[in-house]
Every structure is written in structure tokens, then in C-alpha cells.
């Protein structure tokens, strides 16, 4: 029996195929809304709550835990892709293999100021059963940072209901192949998400690409409440 194409085990299959042109076309500086917005973007987000220490989940291969480190933030960069952590770790740092799955079972051990997801949450039940998991990872007044595709713009011509989309690699090379679906969700299901989680909404940013002045991203920016 086969994976679900609709599923989050249909996600790490399909990552664990594209590791290698990922890795490259991240350090190849080839994906124009990250280059132009969304790189900077995350970086300015989280520097603007001030951690000391940083949770990196669905690091990749590590840019951003890189990008952290070199600011004077001690990070520990979590992916639940071993090609990917492995690229991350050539460089050194605190890299782990470790699913969702994992920390939302108490997995890992670890206490940060803030918790980073970049374009990292992009099943169903395993996001779910991660925000649960998050608040004990974080240190008093923690901060919880979510990077991803702007609800409006990602819809595009579908209804805008929450539920499973397909993939694509559309303006990506042809090394890639396989495209991972992905789990829609409108802001408001954005936003409650943090709330049933105990987490209070600090502030809610969109990045404007450059050229088309269309939201590139959406960043949440909360913090745990006590």
C-alpha cells in the first residue's frame, strides 16, 4: 500500500527526494522571494524579540540557524531530513534529526527563548501536535515565530477553506521532482491555532515583494502566555 499523496508522510518522502537540489538552490541564492524578502524578513522577526538562544525547526540545510549563529545566538537546528541535517552540519553547529512527531511525544530535550519555524509547518496533524509540544520548550515569555505562505496569495483560484493542496515546483529546475503537498490554512485558522495553544499574538507582519508589492509571506509573532 502506498503513502497517502495527501499526507503529512507524503511531505518527508517527498523532501527526502529533493534534499540535494534544495540544499543547492538555498545556497545558490535561486529562490527570488527568499533572496529579495522573505530571508530577511524572518532574520529581522526574530532579532526583534532579542533570544540569547533559538529552536530551529525544519531547519533545512541550516541557513538560518547559520545566519543566527553568526549574530552571537546560540541555536539547535531540528529537521526530520537526514540528508538535509547532514548538509547542515558541515559547517558545524547543534544540528539534530528528529520529526514532529518526535517532540510533540517529549523527544527533545531543550530550553530556548524562542522557537522558529521558516516555512517549516507545512502538514496537518503533525503542526498540531507540535504547537502543543512548543510551550515546553520555551523559557519564561518565550516567543513562538511562524514564517509562511500568505493565506491570500496562496489560495489562489481555490475556495478559501482549509484542507490539502498538491505541490509544485513551478519556477524551481528541473532537478526537482516529486513535489510535497501541503496543508492549507485561512489567517483565522492561522490565528487560532496560537490561541488553543496558550500563546497570545504579538503581532502579525507581510512582507511585500519588492516588484509585485503582493504579500511574499505572512510572520506571526506571539509569545506564550502564562
Partial sequence: ??????????????????????????????????????????????????????????????????????????????????????????????????????????????????VVCNFALLGNESVAGLFGAVRSLLNPHGSLLVQTLHPLVACGDKPYLDGWREGSWAGFNADFRDPAPWYFRTLESWTRLFAEHGFQLLELREPLHPQTRQPASVIFIAQAMD
Avoid at 27 to 35: D, P
Avoid at 45 to 66: K, N
Avoid at 70 to 97: H, K, N
Fill in 1 to 114: 500500500m502506498g503513502i497517502d499523496p495527501l499526507s503529512d508522510a507524503k511531505i518527508l518522502d517527498a523532501w527526502q527526494r529533493n534534499a540535494a537540489p534544495w540544499t543547492a538552490a538555498v545556497r545558490g541564492q535561486q529562490i527570488e522571494s527568499r533572496r529579495l524578502v522573505t530571508d530577511r524578513a524572518i532574520i529581522e522577526a526574530t532579532l526583534s524579540r532579542s533570544p540569547r538562544s533559538v529552536l530551529d525547526l525544519g531547519c533545512g540545510e541550516g541557513w538560518f540557524a547559520r545566519a543566527l549563529t553568526v549574530r552571537g545566538i546560540e541555536v539547535i537546528g531540528i529537521d526530520a531530513i537526514p540528508a538535509l541535517i547532514e548538509q547542515a552540519r558541515q559547517s558545524g553547529g547543534d544540528f539534530r534529526v528528529m520529526s514532529y512527531e518526535d517532540i510533540a511525544s517529549g523527544k527533545l530535550n531543550a530550553s530556548v527563548d524562542a
